[in-house]
């Protein structure tokens, strides 16, 4: 470790079967070896010096086929798994530190280090044979204001597995489970960059779907009915219908809002299944 190192500059972050770059910043710099190369074991996320330290570790690495948490979600045919993590709980804090410092090199501005009890992590995994392999996830407040709930505080996919669908599914399972818990809510602002192209996406599908429901329904498409149905705010649902292109008109009383044949067929491209989904809010 050097204490000269500058505050921020590439890293390489290589796992078993990966390779990227990220930004080290003030504090994810203190992990960074000299030849700024960390090479991290991709089950319980520690940062190794060395790929012999790593291999060495591999071997016998207590979170190959263990997460400190509850497995709620599991895709057989896809081969990824979701786990809820709790950071009250004690026996996630290692873990949920190493997330957090990994967390570091690609949101700094999101993540401290000290405040893991204030959240629930979902954790998505890759799992073959040879253990569980960390995508991504998402973080949630437990607090929950009667105002305005934060669906999702902070969400992250490792850049070998951007492109693949995986955002888009976090994004959809937050919602879920909000919905789940009778909440209408709406991601922690500010978002970053890739956060808003993220969110624009999956509001855009949310509203769709449940404008197809109500359609299918032969029921009046209303503002309100998208978001009790949606579980989005007002808001995000005007994103969500600005992006579709959707044509609505005004009545007296709310607008009525028309889907387009072509539309429906971006229905087919929903990542999540809620039926594999095991959950209960607490
Ligand atoms: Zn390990």
């Known amino acids: 470790m050097s204490n000269k190192r500058s505050r921020s500059e590439i890293v390489t972050i290589?796992?078993?079967s990966h390779s990227f770059t990220a930004i080290?910043?003030?504090i994810a710099t203190y992990f960074v070896s000299e030849n700024s190369t960390l090479y991290l074991c991709d089950a319980c996320l520690t940062f190794f010096a060395s790929e012999n330290h790593l291999v060495q570790h591999i071997t016998d690495c207590a979170h190959l086929f263990w997460v400190p948490g509850n497995e709620i979600y599991r895709n057989k045919e896809k081969k990824f798994c979701v786990y809820e993590i709790d950071g009250r709980n004690l026996q996630s804090?290692?873990?949920l530190r190493r997330l957090g410092i990994l967390t570091r090199f690609f949101l700094p501005e999101k993540v401290t280090l000290d405040d893991v009890h204030f959240f629930a992590f979902y954790a998505l995994f890759e799992v073959d044979d040879y253990?569980?392999?960390f995508v991504g996830y998402f973080s949630k407040e437990w607090r929950k204001n009667s105002a305005c709930v934060n669906t999702l505080s902070c969400v992250m996919v490792l850049p070998p597995y951007r492109a693949k669908g995986y955002g888009s599914f976090l994004g959809e399972l937050s919602y879920e489970l909000a919905r789940q818990d009778g909440m209408v809510g709406t991601p922690e602002r500010p978002l970053s960059g890739s956060?808003?192209?993220l969110f624009r996406k999956v509001w855009k599908g949310e509203v769709l779907r449940a404008i197809h429901l109500i359609d299918s329904s032969k029921s009046v498409v209303t503002l309100n009915t998208l978001c009790q149905m949606t579980g989005l705010i007002v808001e995000d649902v005007l994103v969500g219908l600005e992006d579709l292109g959707i044509m609505f008109t005004r009545n007296k009383q709310s607008p009525f809002i028309i889907l387009l044949e072509e539309k429906k067929?971006?229905?087919n491209k929903?990542?999540?299944q809620p039926q594999l989904l095991q959950w209960v809010p607490c």
């Open 14 to 16: 290589v796992t078993v």
């Open 24 to 26: 080290s910043d003030q």
């Open 93 to 95: 804090f290692l873990f």
């Open 131 to 133: 253990g569980f392999h």
């Open 195 to 197: 956060g808003k192209l």
């Open 265 to 267: 067929t971006a229905l």
């Open 270 to 272: 929903r990542r999540l």
